[in-house]
T-cell receptor, first 109, second 113 residues
Framework: GDSVTQMEGPVTLSEEAFLTINCTYTATGYPSLFWYVQYPGEGLQLLLKATKADDKGSNKGFEATYRKETTSFHLEKGSVQVSDSAVYFCALEAGKSTFGDGTTLTVKP | GAVVSQHPSWVICKSGTSVKIECRSLDFQATTMFWYRQFPKQSLMLMATSNEGSKATYEQGVEKDKFLINHASLTLSTLTVTSAHPEDSSFYIC?????????FGPGTRLTVT
C-alpha cells in the first residue's frame, strides 16, 4: 500500500537557520503530495501542495518540489522564525490520504 | 478557502457513555468526508471514509460497531463513539473533500474518565 516516510524529529534550529525536512513516498500511480502544519492543540492546516511531477509548492517561505525520480517531496525554508515552531506532516493523496509520522520543529530565538 | 468545523472542540465523558462528534463543511458540499484519530505526538490514522447517503468504509482494525459514522447530508458527517472507554481518549479530526484538496476540521479532543 501507499506509505510516507518522514525525517525523524525533533528538529531544533536557531532563528534564521535553513530548514530541510525530508519526505519520501511509495505509491502506485501518481498521487498528489502535501505538507501540512499542526500547531499545538489545533487541527491540520495545508501548508503547500504539488499535484504532478516537477511541480513546486510554496507558501509562507516554505517550498517543496515533487520529484518523481526520487519519490521525494522535501520541505525547505531559507530562514525559519520562532513562529514556525510546529509539527509538520508530509502526506500523499490518491483517493485517500496517507500521512507521515510528523516532524516536530522547534525554533529558538 | 473552504472551512470545515467540528463540534464539540473538546468533550469529557464517563466510561460507558456515548459521544457524538459533528463535522460540517460550512461553505461547500462534500460527497466524501474522512475521520482520523491522532494519539499524542503521533500521526493521523485514518479510521473511515464517509460517503453521503451510503455506509462508511472502515479501515482495517477499526470497530464499525463502536465508531458509528453517519453522513446524512452533503455538509454533515457525524462520528459516534459508543460505550466509550478510557482507551478511546484521543484527538479526532475530520476532513472533507473539496474540488482540489481535503480541508481539515480543527479537531475534537475526547477524554473518557
Amino acid at each position: 500500500g501507499d506509505s510516507v516516510t518522514q525525517m525523524e524529529g525533533p528538529v531544533t534550529l536557531s532563528e534564521e537557520a535553513f530548514l530541510t525536512i525530508n519526505c519520501t513516498y511509495t505509491a502506485t500511480g501518481y498521487p498528489s503530495l502535501f505538507w501540512y502544519v499542526q500547531y499545538p492543540g489545533e487541527g491540520l492546516q495545508l501548508l503547500l501542495k504539488a499535484t504532478k511531477a516537477d511541480d513546486k509548492g510554496s507558501n509562507k517561505g516554505f517550498e517543496a518540489t515533487y520529484r518523481k525520480e526520487t519519490t521525494s517531496f522535501h520541505l525547505e525554508k531559507g530562514s525559519v522564525q520562532v513562529s514556525d515552531s510546529a509539527v509538520y506532516f508530509c502526506a500523499l493523496e490518491a483517493g485517500k490520504s496517507t500521512f507521515g509520522d510528523g516532524t516536530t520543529l522547534t525554533v529558538k530565538p | 478557502g473552504a472551512v470545515v468545523s467540528q463540534h464539540p472542540s473538546w468533550v469529557i465523558c464517563k466510561s460507558g457513555t456515548s459521544v457524538k462528534i459533528e463535522c460540517r463543511s460550512l461553505d461547500f458540499q462534500a460527497t466524501t468526508m474522512f475521520w482520523y484519530r491522532q494519539f499524542p505526538k503521533q500521526s493521523l490514522m485514518l479510521m473511515a471514509t464517509s460517503n453521503e447517503g451510503s455506509k462508511a468504509t472502515y479501515e482495517q482494525g477499526v470497530e464499525k460497531d463502536k465508531f458509528l459514522i453517519n453522513h446524512a447530508s452533503l455538509t454533515l458527517s457525524t462520528l459516534t463513539v459508543t460505550s466509550a472507554h478510557p482507551e478511546d481518549s484521543s484527538f479526532y479530526i475530520c476532513s472533507a473533500s473539496g474540488e482540489y484538496e481535503q480541508y481539515f476540521g480543527p479537531g475534537t479532543r475526547l477524554t473518557v474518565t
